[in-house]
């Protein structure tokens, strides 16, 4: 993880969030490389989940809400974690970590320790100028009722029929007791997470749908299989109106298996509250059996951080002297780069730059030029931040309009014409 997180920041993929103030706990900001490569996972969950399917749309709520959807949602009651604190040194833990307390127990020779409280995760804030009650809400710490309380808006503007999804991508905060790990566990993250309604007493089906298909979409963009499974969880560590929870964890190398994605059967609970405390009808009819039911929902949710943090641990490689991110091409933040073989020699850079200005033309994605110090310098540049390919243009290609492409994982170079670049690069990227 030291690695990792020294790579993050040398690289511009992650920066401590107001670093140069001493920094803020649990808060993280994406560099360039970042938000290349943060665009490009959301991209393919939102091409794999919204754009490639008919059966599901789209929806983009705000972070604010009406204080009563939290009332409604249960979270301004149970959205809780359990608070101890030292009397000694004030330090503050969830009661559930037993690792951390033990940990600051063999650093602190004396601890006493408060009884356990409930602490709220959900920040607190207030809409307009006057903070009390009336006008205080709070900071969403899930995408999902954004969805629920959209639900009747959706069905009367466009014709989806159940079984149906609607899916989203944006911010979520929660005030946690401790945070670590890196992207792990913060306090401001972005969430990817679709509401799929469907039939009571078709929802198992959909359920181990979901289950698969989620599990599937990380193998396919090259998360290796011995570091990921899915796991059903008991019961007990379920929220209570859950028919059923499975997760997707991952071989984290801090702690061993544990959570990457939740996938939920959250049953009719939600719309069923929000029907009470709002009195509208948040009912499905269906206009074939003429049956009129409250849908169940299918929940696969995961923060678009800590689906960061895992494709970079597996795709991290130490080969030799060179440091190499196995990024799925779909998910390199740069897709080539682009060299002239010596910088001094005019007619190599202006071809490299004609090449460079067509690939970003044609391919429509990130594309980097680099003319600076020794070829092999930039290529094991690259290969650190995960870029797929290396074109360099050499004095043949002056004469035959071929350049040489280096392949960033076996470094195997070939010889491939100009004109075919955009092709070779776009059948690799797209397999």
């Known amino acids: 993880m030291e690695k990792i997180v020294s ?5 511009g993929f992650v920066f401590q969030n107001s670093e140069i103030y001493g920094g803020v706990n649990g808060i993280w900001d994406l560099g360039p490389l970042g938000v290349a490569l943060a665009n490009n996972i959301k991209k393919e969950w939102w091409n794999s989940t919204v754009l490639l399917r008919d059966d599901v749309v789209g929806l983009d709520s705000s972070i604010l809400y009406h204080s009563k959807v939290w009332e409604a949602s249960g979270h301004l009651k149970s959205f809780t974690d359990p608070l101890v604190e030292c009397k000694i040194c004030h330090e503050r833990f969830r009661a559930d970590h037993k690792k951390e307390i033990e940990e600051h127990g063999k650093t602190h020779s004396k601890s006493q320790w408060t009884d356990v409280k409930h602490f709220n995760l959900m920040f607190k804030t207030f809409l307009g100028p006057i903070e009390d009650d009336k006008n205080k809400t709070y900071l969403r710490p899930e995408t999902a009722q954004g969805i629920f309380i959209n639900f009747e808006n959706v069905l009367s503007t466009t014709r989806v029929k159940i079984p149906f999804g609607i899916a989203q991508i944006g911010k979520g905060f929660r005030n ?8 792990f566990r913060v306090r401001e993250f972005e969430m990817m997470e679709l509401e799929f309604f469907t039939e009571p007493g078709k929802d198992s089906k959909w359920f181990d749908y979901w289950r698969k298909e989620r599990l599937k979409w990380y193998l396919n963009l090259g998360i290796k299989k011995k570091n990921i499974k899915l796991v059903d969880l008991p019961k007990e560590d379920i929220a209570h109106y859950s028919k059923g929870t499975s997760e997707i964890w991952y071989n984290w190398p801090f702690m061993g298996f544990s959570e990457l994605e939740g996938i939920a059967n959250r049953g009719n609970y939600d719309l069923t509250q929000h029907s009470k405390l709002s009195g509208k009808e948040l009912s499905y009819h269906d206009e074939e059996s003429k049956k009129r039911f409250i849908p169940y929902v299918i929940e696969p949710s995961v923060g678009v951080g800590r689906a960061i943090l895992a494709f970079l641990i597996d795709a991290y490689s130490e080969e030799g002297d060179r440091i190499v991110l196995k990024l799925h091409p779909k998910l390199s933040p740069i897709k ?20 460079y200005d067509n690939l970003k033309e044609s391919i429509k994605d990130s594309i980097a030029f680099d003319d600076r110090g020794n070829i092999g310098k930039r290529y094991y540049s690259q290969d650190e931040i995960g870029t797929p390919f290396c074109i360099t243009v050499d004095f043949q290609s002056l004469e035959d309009d071929t350049v040489t492409v280096r392949d960033r994982d076996t470094t195997k170079q070939e010889r491939v014409k100009v004109n075919n670049l955009v092709s070779y690069i776009q059948r690799i990227i797209n397999k």
């Open 336 to 355: 080539a780069a682009v060299f002239p073989l010596l910088a001094n020699k005019l007619p190599l850079v202006k071809m490299a730059r004609d090449i």
């Open 7 to 11: 790579l993050c920041k040398r690289r």
């Open 176 to 183: 946690e007791i401790t945070t670590g790990n890196f992207l």
